[in-house]
């Protein structure tokens, strides 16, 4: 069989097949359109102010070092003025973090970012080494998780950094599309789809932007400049551009609903490759469709803070590590379903004596409702905050990448016609400030866990502001 | 016993409802016996026949609502409890809410009808005669308006063919210009509901009952997500008004794939003789598998070890929130759904409709 050219350049061979259109294209073409495509995914949703300081969420692991390369490239190219760094976060896990750190290091050399890594060790007086060696190898996921998402805004508040990129992928964004399709947890599904999220201190912030406010951790933003590119094509641009990244995942198994979610995701790009970006652009499309009022206490609740607070909070649940499901058997899907059927049970016997909000819904709504909650405090975070890549581009050829701004998003909280009571009012926690619908966050509640079996250690929290 | 507070302790090794017969399938979570569980089946349906009942009719005039028969265990299922359902109307109040129409689309051309179908028509007619019947080919299809309009364009290029072609020669041309295994089940899919639809507004339907499970509800709303048309995942699954200029109803919505297969085989006489079996056809390479079929199979294991939350997938989609019909200006020309900033300017199909067909997007 003749070898096929480039259909960009039509000179040299061609050595990819693109997964999104089926192109066959050189190497030196792909690494420019993959390039071009993560550009306009950035300028069509303005995800940068000239000048930003922008942390870029590393891990050492191939999403994140892409994005890194990708960025600097970028940003050199078209004069964006960014002012990039890179920002670790080390877990303490031997064997794991620290290699993977190394890269890290190299990476920063190679692109002459600065580096600034925050550990759990200095925020909360405990390595994951140590947690694990406390509480055994189940559950810790949950732990880590809660952290890292604290850490990381603490690290970007430090460096006086008021938005974080991470480094997911389409493959990420549609796993965790069709996992919360699985869950029932709509709210989820449109912040997973959003490209950017951000905390209602940020978007307070982002009004009075030419202040010189300062960056607290919690006005942090997050976005995903990565999230229309393929996984696929993440690994051949690391590949070609001989970058130096850490390719040791995570030893915990995913749990039961993303595995599952991460099963079908990939059978499905065996059958039919854009099918990643399909489910992308059917999330998008979906998040337009929730009600937000509905399922979680963003809506009504939360008018005098800004309303994306539980956004953002709540991303760390979406992560995607942990065996860790809050009810520590490791099983959600089995815990989900037994939680299910005792809920039916309970309406079909007419004895529900749970108090629970008078809404509309058929009693499977509750029990999302539920469900969100037990997530929202306990599931495990995402292991990969670091670990998500990019790669954006819709299916068509013109990209555009849909972006619901702050107008639309309010808009639709009033029109919803059915918001239910409070339930969660986006606060700070009395102990150590961080953003959190309980009086003290998920992260203080676990190191009180672990440091009443070490007394010796006082309640620490690193003071980020 | 919905709603009943024990007043005897249960005796947890009889069924769960009567108490008095020995289980012999657990549903959910309760253990009941035949009669128990053939009540729960119909009384799922019946309830979610609300708007079609006796009361809500106008004397004198009776209303029809189409059937689509497949053969397969979801519609004959319903065929079979409708029909009783109807029997029961008639014994209370001597007559019924509405009368059924029944229609088979057999796939493929007239030419090519297959014998078993026919055969199994002739079974269900004689088994339930009260109801009307008729058979379509999915090939007439081609005949609808909108579909020549929308396949048109191509066939200019070959006038010839397209002149002479009988119907089916052109419905077998459009097949194989289609490109991949899942791009053909969507068409195939897509040109079935509007002939069903078509046929229905032709009858005076008052609107088309459906016999998708929850299981099935739950696949098409994964699958229709992979497809790229999540805009439209709040029609594919609501009960009532819909895009197509017709009613929909899913009756059995609230029954799971396998509740529906065990009703089919417990029900006397049973329904398995007139339910075509189509196991058969689960490919084994990937190059023929469509994303229906793997959705399929995915909810068949999801199915066995958590039901509760194939049920969930639905409710949660039923939760989605649509723009409301009068505000729709413009409909993909395939699929029918809403257009509205779901597909590249000027196009005539949504994103889902030209991944499946880029030939006419045009």
Not at chain 1, 306 to 321: F, L, Q
């Given at each position: ?14 050595q ?40 870029i ?22 004069g ?51 947690v ?102 993440i ?7 001989k970058?130096?990244?850490f ?23 065996r059958?039919?490759?854009?099918s ?15 009600p937000?009022?509905d ?37 959600s ?12 049970q ?49 299916t ?10 702050k ?59 | 016993?919905?709603?009943r ?15 008095s017969?020995d ?16 009540k729960?089946?119909?009384?799922k ?70 014998p078993?179908?026919e ?25 609808l ?42 068409v ?10 078509h ?12 016999g ?28 009532g ?20 297969a ?7 006489p ?44 639905v ?22 759904m ?13 994103y ?11």
């Amino acid at each position: 069989m003749p070898p096929h050219i480039c259909e960009v350049c039509k000179v040299s061979r061609a050595q990819i097949l693109r997964p999104r259109n089926h192109a066959r294209v050189c190497a030196p073409c792909f690494i420019s359109l993959f390039e071009s495509e993560v550009a306009e995914t950035i300028s069509s949703t303005t995800l940068f102010q000239p000048g930003e300081r922008v942390a870029i969420g590393a891990s050492g692991g191939k999403d994140s070092t892409v994005l890194a390369s990708v960025l600097k490239t970028l940003n050199d190219r078209h004069g964006w003025n960014l002012d990039l760094v890179l920002l670790s976060v080390d877990e303490g896990i031997t064997g794991y973090r620290d290699h993977s750190l190394e890269a890290v290091k190299r990476n920063s050399a190679d692109l002459g970012l600065p580096l600034k890594i925050v550990s759990y060790e200095d925020l909360y007086g405990w390595s994951m080494d140590q947690v694990v060696a406390q509480i055994g190898k189940k559950g810790n996921c949950t732990y880590c998780g809660v952290f890292r998402r604290q850490a990381l805004d603490r690290g970007a508040a430090m460096l006086n950094v008021g938005h974080v990129v991470t480094g997911h992928n389409a493959d990420d964004v549609a796993e965790t599309v069709l996992m919360n399709l699985l869950r029932g947890d709509l709210p989820r599904l449109s912040r997973a789809t959003s490209i950017i999220t951000s905390t209602p201190s940020a978007a307070r912030a982002s009004v009075a932007r030419d202040e010189k406010a300062e960056v607290t951790f919690t006005n942090v933003k997050r976005s995903k400049p990565l999230m229309y590119a393929y996984e696929k094509e993440i690994v051949m641009y690391a590949h070609h551009k001989k970058l130096d990244y850490f390719s040791t995942e995570c030893l915990y198994s995913p749990e039961a609903f993303r595995g599952s979610a991460r099963t079908l995701i990939k059978n499905l790009e065996r059958i039919r490759p854009e099918s990643i970006l399909d489910v992308v652009r059917s999330g998008v499309d979906m998040a337009k469709l929730v009600p937000t009022g509905d399922g979680k206490s963003q809506g009504a609740c939360t008018k005098t803070k800004a309303p994306e607070v539980a956004a953002a909070d709540d991303e760390e649940a979406d992560g995607g590590c942990g065996t860790s499901n809050s009810k520590a058997d490791g099983n959600s899907m089995a815990a989900m379903e037994k939680k299910l059927q005792q809920d039916a049970q309970a309406e079909a016997d007419g004895n529900e004596t749970e108090v629970k909000l008078p809404s509309q819904s058929v009693n499977g709504q509750r029990h999302d409702r539920d469900h969100t909650h037990e997530a929202y405090s306990s599931l495990s975070p995402s292991a990969k905050f670091d670990g998500q890549d990019h790669d954006r581009h819709t299916t068509q050829p013109t990209t555009t990448v849909p972006i619901r701004t702050k107008q639309e998003k309010k808009s639709g909280r009033k029109t919803n016609r059915d918001a239910p009571a409070p339930k969660q009012r986006l606060g700070q926690c009395e102990r150590c400030g961080y953003l959190s619908s309980q009086a003290v966050c998920k992260a203080c509640v676990l190191l009180e866990g672990l440091n009443k079996a070490r007394p010796r250690t006082g309640v620490e929290v690193g003071d980020g502001g | 016993m919905p709603g009943r507070r024990g007043a005897a302790p249960t005796d947890f090794s009889l069924c769960r409802r009567c108490q008095s017969n020995d289980p012999t399938i657990t549903v959910r979570t309760e253990p009941l016996c035949d009669a128990c569980f053939c009540k729960y089946v119909a009384t799922k349906v019946v309830k979610r026949m609300e708007t079609f009942r006796v009361r809500h009719s106008e004397p004198g005039y009776e209303r029809t609502l189409l059937l689509p028969l497949s053969f397969g265990a979801g519609s004959t299922t319903l065929l079979h409890l409708l029909s009783e359902h109807l029997k029961g109307q008639v014994e209370k109040t001597r007559r019924t809410g509405f009368k059924l129409h029944l229609l088979h689309i057999a796939d493929g051309s007239r030419s090519t009808a297959s014998p078993t179908v026919e055969a199994l028509l002739e079974k269900v007619k004689q088994r339930y005669p009260e109801h009307s019947y008729s058979i379509s080919h999915l090939s007439d299809a081609l005949a609808l308006e909108d579909v020549r309009t929308l396949l048109g364009n191509d066939s200019k290029d070959d006038e010839s063919h397209s002149l002479e072609g009988s119907d089916s020669d052109k419905f077998e041309r459009l097949i194989a210009s289609v490109g991949s295994a899942t791009s053909r089940a969507d068409v195939f899919q897509l040109l079935k509901l509007k002939l069903i639809v078509h046929f229905a507004k032709s009858k005076d339907c008052e609107a088309i009952l459906w016999g998708d499970s929850t299981t099935k509800l739950a696949e098409r709303t994964l699958a229709e997500t992979a497809k790229g048309r999540g805009f439209a995942l709040p029609w594919t699954v609501a009960d009532g008004e819909s895009p197509h200029g017709m009613q929909l109803y899913y009756p059995m919505r609230e029954l799971l794939s396998k509740e529906i297969a065990s009703f089919a085989s417990i029900v006397d006489p049973p329904l398995d003789e007139l339910i075509l079996r189509n196991e058969a056809r689960v490919a084994v390479s990937t190059r023929n598998t469509t994303i229906d079929d793997l959705m399929k199979q995915y909810f068949e294991s999801v199915e066995r070890d958590y039901p509760s939350i194939v049920a969930n997938v639905v409710r949660t989609t039923g939760k989605l929130q649509a723009a409301s019909l009068s505000e729709i200006e413009k409909q993909c020309e395939l699929c029918e759904m809403p257009l509205d900033g779901q597909a590249p300017e000027r196009s005539r199909l949504c994103y889902g409709c030209i991944r499946a067909l880029p030939q006419a997007a045009g």
